[in-house]
């Protein structure tokens, strides 16, 4: 039976699934009220809390389990690997550039219309910040000027 039971530490999960379980997870805590921790806990706190500041710094903080779910339904009509698809999820790109460091292969893989078209899934249904996003378009209209 042991043989069959599928690896709990082997799925892959993304930062935003990261990020929700370790909201819950301290919030839990914050409502249990435990005031004396041992060293393990201490340390856990610590990697949880270093986890949870890096990670907010990151695009996941704009999203839901809804736009996760509308963003792989989009993925489906690409051709990407599940870590591929992971990638472009936890880093919301936005220049050809970008895609092309997350995709392995790419260049042999993707034509430019495709890649263009993986750009446009990713900024229309991943939310960014919306300063970022600013940058983010005006670096794309100074790149389409430099192509002219």
């Not at 839990?28 to 060293?39: D, L």
């Not at 919301?92 to 995709?103: D, F, K, S």
Request: net charge negative.
């Amino acid at each position: 039976m042991l043989g069959k039971q599928k690896d709990a530490n082997a799925a892959l999960l993304s930062n935003f699934e990261v990020f929700q379980l370790l909201t819950d997870l301290k919030q839990q805590r914050k409502e249990s009220g435990k005031n004396k921790q041992s060293s393990g806990q201490q340390n856990l706190n610590t990697i949880m809390y270093e986890t949870l500041k890096y990670i907010s710094k990151t695009p996941c903080r704009y999203q839901s389990p809804e736009t996760v779910r509308e963003f792989l339904a989009a993925m489906k009509g690409h051709k990407l690997t599940k870590a591929e698809k992971l990638q472009l999820l936890n880093h919301r790109p936005v220049t050809a550039v970008e895609i092309q460091l997350m995709v392995e292969e790419s260049e042999e893989r993707l034509t430019e219309e495709q890649i263009e078209s993986l750009l446009q899934t990713v900024t229309s249904i991943l939310p960014g910040d919306s300063e970022e996003q600013q940058r983010d378009s005006a670096m794309a209209t100074e790149d389409k000027g430099d192509r002219a």
